[in-house]
């Protein structure tokens, strides 16, 4: 488990320190402070500086290039990198560091000159590929678990920071740096969709765990009885929304998931991740989208609970101070829970992010002290 991270030349953060990390992590801050980039450095050091993470991040982020030449309808979309280097400043000797304790390797990501490198074990994945390009992009692997230093060769990438999705694959067959390395969960727009989540419960039925969701989704639900995902091809090809129904005690018919509201869609997103996240961790952005104030106590503690059953760290982002007054009150009214949170005080003129553990957040939101 992650208790420090520390990040260099990484997006807006020439050098930045989280530390105090706990069970439970809540990241706060102005917009555009750096709160998702934190996330997605998690995420990065927790995959061993896996390039296909790099250029899925990318892709999320609507950061990507398209071959001018190519005038087909459905052209090749390429993952753009260079935003992740520090002041989007992108060429040979480019790099970003991100490192922790707790078992995690040390990851360099750096942009080489593949013509000018002396190393010609970066040149492996060029020489599998008709087109040649003069930089490539690698990753340095440094740990005290790891006998040795490790380089994985770089892949090709444009002048401009474009990679080809097929050369983040072929990055794929290469070691990564995580030791003992669990389940990475991320809770995105993407996993609201029905495909996302129909994969999610298929394994959730797979681990008996199905129970626990329709408890958690008792927050907003209490008579909530049952969760149903429907099968076929037209279902999940046509309907992303569509396909799950909900009973309820005291009848036998099922109902559309809809028909409830985004908050129940969220909820049960955040549910399935739970469930799917043992020994693992669980990345969400904006946890309280589409969730009333009233409840957010109750979401705390799904969170809380769930994540120390699971033995699962959680790393999440907000803008409400309603969110952050939830925390206060899992903090007063479960204190065992409590040692398990802290909240992170995201700052770009800062060094280091501003760390409160329970008591500290107890304090901030008795005295209504500005804490986002």
């Not at 036998?252 to 961790?281: D, F, K, V």
């Amino acid at each position: 488990m992650l208790s420090r991270l520390e990040l260099q030349n990484y997006r807006g953060f020439k050098q930045y320190k989280l530390s105090g990390l706990t069970r439970v992590n809540l990241l706060v801050g102005k917009n555009n402070s750096g709160k998702t980039s934190i996330l997605e450095a998690v995420n990065l050091l927790a995959s061993g500086g896996d390039i296909r993470v790099l250029a899925r991040i990318a892709r999320q982020r609507g950061e990507v290039l398209y071959d001018p030449d190519e005038r087909e309808p459905r052209r090749i979309v390429y993952s753009d990198i260079s935003h992740f280097f520090y002041g989007h400043e992108f060429g040979p000797d480019s790099r970003f560091t991100l490192r922790s304790d707790d078992g995690y390797a040390k990851i360099d990501v750096y942009i080489v000159s593949v013509v000018d490198s002396p190393d010609e074990g970066q040149k492996l994945l060029f020489d599998e590929v008709s087109s040649r390009s003069s930089l490539g992009v690698g990753v340095r692997i440094e740990g005290e678990k790891f006998p040795s230093i490790r380089t994985a060769p770089a892949i090709p990438v444009s002048e401009e920071g474009a990679i080809a999705p097929d050369q983040a694959l072929r990055s794929a067959r290469f070691v990564r740096g995580k030791i003992d390395e669990g389940p990475i969960q991320i809770v995105t727009q993407d996993s609201l969709e029905r495909s996302s989540m129909s994969e999610m419960w298929d394994k959730v039925i797979t681990e008996g765990k199905e129970q626990d969701v329709v408890n958690a989704m008792r927050i907003l639900e209490p008579k909530l009885s049952s969760i149903a995902f429907l099968s076929g091809e037209r279902t999940y090809r046509f309907e992303p929304r569509g396909g799950i129904l909900v009973g309820f005690e005291g009848t036998q018919r099922r109902y559309p998931l809809g028909s409830y509201g985004e908050g129940m869609r969220r909820l049960l997103a955040l549910s399935l991740s739970l469930a799917r996240s043992q020994n693992g961790i669980l990345l969400i952005d904006e946890i309280d989208t589409g969730l009333h104030y009233s409840i957010m106590g109750d979401m705390w503690l799904l969170v809380a609970e769930a994540a120390k059953r699971y033995n699962i760290q959680v790393f999440v982002t907000t803008h409400s101070f309603d969110c952050v007054r939830g925390l206060d009150w899992l903090c007063r009214h479960h204190p065992d829970l409590g040692k398990e949170v802290s909240l992170q005080k995201i700052e770009h003129d800062l060094d280091d992010a501003v760390s409160l553990d329970a008591e500290q957040i107890k304090i901030a939101v008795e005295q209504d002290i500005e804490v986002r």
